[in-house]
């Protein structure tokens, strides 16, 4: 079980390598644009390169790609849509050159219509994405806390566009705390197992590639997507231990996503106390 975080790739995309190394992240995840806006600038092919070598150098894999926050497959206007289609072309080509397993990103919202309403023009547009991005790379829904007209806080939600697609590129991210706040019991033992019971049942096992590790700054099931250092959240120490003890993650790099102990995102501290975590549960690297 590798043990990573979400770095920035301010001052180059090769800087994000330099900064897991800071951190002791064994694999990384990063934005390869601004997430908060469309504009896109192809990576050069010298950088994609160099990004690839030098993270296969400091043994930092593997490598994720996070979707620009704008991305909404269940959005209304056309616009919107075309471009958050495109957007998701673009990370998969850039993770391809990069060397990157896949692009995580957030299924969207319905805006009011309900899952059922955007479940066909959802399965649409990841199938137009899917043929349009290279054969290499993974396209990765990650679940969500349920907040406003999020879906996929459901496993069932996730299942149904995997099963409609029925791409193997196709694959699933499952972050901690949008688990707990959807209402899935996830920090004791008995509520895990019931949890990674439905999940294989719902989505399947085997289509889980990689955890948004986040404790909770929210109490169980409010649908409240709000991340928290390992240990000082609701999820907290013994949750984890739970988790990462469980074997459904045994082979599943965890990534940080939390706010750090600066409040200038993933740190060492909180890289450290997961790898003592996973130390403690006797789950090897
Ligand atoms: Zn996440
Ligand atoms: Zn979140």
């Known amino acids: 079980m590798r043990i990573g975080a979400h770095v920035s790739t301010a001052g180059g995309l090769d800087k994000a390598i330099d900064r897991a190394k800071e951190l002791g992240a064994e694999a990384i995840q990063c934005f390869c644009s601004s997430p908060q806006g469309w ?18 150098a ?11 926050y ?12 075309t471009k958050g289609i495109d957007s998701l ?38 199938k137009e994405v899917l043929a349009r991005s290279p054969r290499d790379v993974w396209l990765i829904i990650e679940n969500s806390a349920g907040m406003g007209s999020h879906i996929g806080s459901k496993f069932e939600e996730i299942g149904r566009i995997l099963r409609a697609l029925e791409d193997p590129r196709l694959k699933v991210c499952l972050d901690t705390q949008h688990l707990f706040a959807a209402g899935h019991p996830v920090a004791d033992r008995p509520g895990l197992e019931k949890t990674m019971q439905e999940f294989d049942r719902a989505v399947g096992l085997a289509s889980l590639v990689a955890v948004h590790a986040n404790d909770s700054k929210v109490p169980f099931a409010s649908g409240v997507d709000r ?8 999820i907290g120490l013994a949750g ?4 990462l003890a469980h074997p459904a993650f045994r082979h599943v790099p965890f990534l940080l996503e939390v706010p750090g102990f600066d409040n200038k995102g993933p740190d060492r501290a909180n890289v450290d106390i997961l790898k003592a975590v996973r130390a403690k549960v006797g789950v090897g690297a």
């Open 58 to 68: 400091a043994d930092v894999q593997p490598v994720f790609l996070h979707g620009i």
């Open 227 to 234: 991340h928290e250092n390992i240990g000082q959240g609701a």
């Open 89 to 126: 072309v673009n990370y998969t080509t850039a993770a391809s050159a990069m060397g990157a397993q896949g692009v995580i990103f957030h299924p969207g919202s319905h805006k009011g219509v309900g899952y059922e309403g955007v479940f066909r023009q959802t399965v649409a547009s990841l």
């Open 70 to 81: 704008l991305v909404n497959l269940g959005a209304e206007s056309q616009e919107n849509l």
């Open 39 to 56: 504009a896109f600038k192809p990576v050069p092919p010298g950088q994609a390169k160099s990004f690839s070598e030098k993270a296969r």
């Open 240 to 243: 984890f231990e739970v988790i």
